[in-house]
């Protein structure tokens, strides 16, 4: 049985108030709360176990490189990847996607060579890849959503032509929630012997992600959404792209020897890892990563369903409400509007003045509003410590601002 007044119990943010109310957090799309096994977890090691990983030889130093390097093979489990080898440790899915971009795109995307992207994608899975279009003549090649805000996996599949090198799709919007049907896009990629790319950045905290399953060459993920540190994520890179990318930053833990007139790099993942990483926060990452495991992912998913139901009749109520997306397949994730003069900036001020923190703009994904015909909306988002009587306190601020506005 999932106990979420429990779980609450493990976040101590939680217990605040914000302008004399009850944190009501919905901000989760964009970063997570840290739960108190996280914040142990930085702080120990930076009070009792902190040093530079890697070929240091003292105590601390082992200690340290211990910690750190599990991370990495707990990521694995994590994502259902059998060797931790195939885990690179990153600052985040922008680090991650970027790393891919100037380290296997790069070197092998030639002018009119294609990138098959959705109009769903987040800027951190468009603007790289507008780098190479600038840069070296590379061809973007949009798949859009339909009315309900779903795309059909054959729609990519069938944007594939003979110049296409990558597809490059996220698996759950930040905007609507959609999930995407990224296991049958791989399928049909590799049947034309294309690579994937996966933005799990949303996907990956509200359900079970089973790499091997999907099949993608490329998943990428950020620990600030887990529940973890900004400054901390990891991407799976299948063995067999690794073994094609070229090193994107270079200096200290990526190389073998370096002498006037040569360098020899390490062997991968450290390759793809240069200069002193982000030991602590991938550390917290990895406490993370143990907590959400522990709490049993299919168990996540299943009270997020249930808020996500809850949530979606709620709001259908309120006649005055635009919700952007209405997928069968959505996560607990709603961008929406107010009919009227209501701006998605005065709805959210009003909203945080009843301790409701909500996200308002455009969510880094500007193709997307633009196609759906918005300029801004606010995005509540819920994770896996909120509860229904959440929901009651934001469809009451909402009519509020209805009532201010309308």
């Not at 964009?30 to 090691?45: C, E, G, H, N, Y």
């Not at 690179?88 to 899915?93: D, E, N, P, V």
């Not at 098959?116 to 899975?125: D, F, R, S």
């Not at 808020?307 to 709001?315: G, H, S």
Request: net charge negative.
């Amino acid at each position: 049985m999932y106990d979420v007044q429990a779980v609450r119990r493990d976040f101590p943010i939680l217990s605040r108030e914000v302008n004399g109310k009850p944190l009501v957090y919905l901000d989760n799309g964009a970063s997570a709360q840290k739960p108190q096994a996280v914040i142990d977890a930085i702080t120990r090691a930076y009070s009792y176990e902190y040093a530079n990983v890697h070929r240091g030889l003292h105590t601390l130093s082992t200690t340290a490189t211990e910690r750190y390097e599990a991370v990495r093979g707990t990521v694995a489990r994590f994502l259902n990847v059998a060797d931790p080898e195939e885990i690179i440790h990153t600052a985040g899915s922008t680090n991650g996607i970027n790393l891919v971009s100037y380290g296997w795109a790069a070197p092998r995307l030639q002018a009119g060579d294609e990138i098959v992207l959705t109009i769903m994608e987040h800027h951190a899975n468009i603007v790289p890849w507008h780098f190479l279009r600038e840069r070296q003549g590379v061809v973007l090649k949009w798949v859009e959503c339909d009315a309900k805000g779903d795309i059909d996996p054959q729609a990519v599949i069938d944007a594939i032509g003979p110049r296409t090198k990558l597809v490059a799709v996220t698996h759950m919007s930040n905007v609507t929630g959609t999930v995407l049907d990224v296991a049958a896009i791989c399928r049909g990629a590799q049947t034309k012997g294309v690579p994937v790319l996966v933005d799990g950045s949303q996907a990956a905290v509200h359900m079970p992600v089973d790499v091997s399953a999907i099949g993608c060459d490329f998943y990428a993920i950020t620990g600030h959404k887990l529940y973890g540190p900004s400054s901390s994520g990891a991407i799976f890179i299948r063995k067999e792209r690794m073994a094609e990318m070229r090193p994107f930053m270079g200096g200290g833990d990526m190389i073998d020897t370096v002498t006037r007139d040569t360098v020899t790099y390490a062997r991968p993942p450290l390759r793809f890892e240069a200069g002193t990483p982000g030991i602590v926060s991938q550390i917290g990452f990895g406490a993370a990563l143990e907590y959400m495991m522990a709490l049993g992912m299919d168990n996540i998913a299943a009270h997020e369903r249930r808020l996500r139901d809850v949530a979606r009749d709620r709001l259908a109520g309120l006649n005055w409400l635009n919700v952007q997306g209405q997928s069968d397949t959505k996560g607990a994730i709603f961008s929406f509007t107010l009919e009227g003069a209501a701006h998605a900036h005065d709805v959210s001020t009003i909203l945080d003045q009843r301790g409701i923190a909500v996200r308002a703009g455009t969510h880094c994904a500007l193709p997307l509003l633009q196609h759906l015909g918005v300029g801004a909306t606010c995005r509540a988002s819920f994770g896996l410590y909120n509860t229904e009587g959440e929901i009651d306190a934001l469809v009451s601020g909402l009519e509020l601002c209805h009532d201010l506005f309308g």
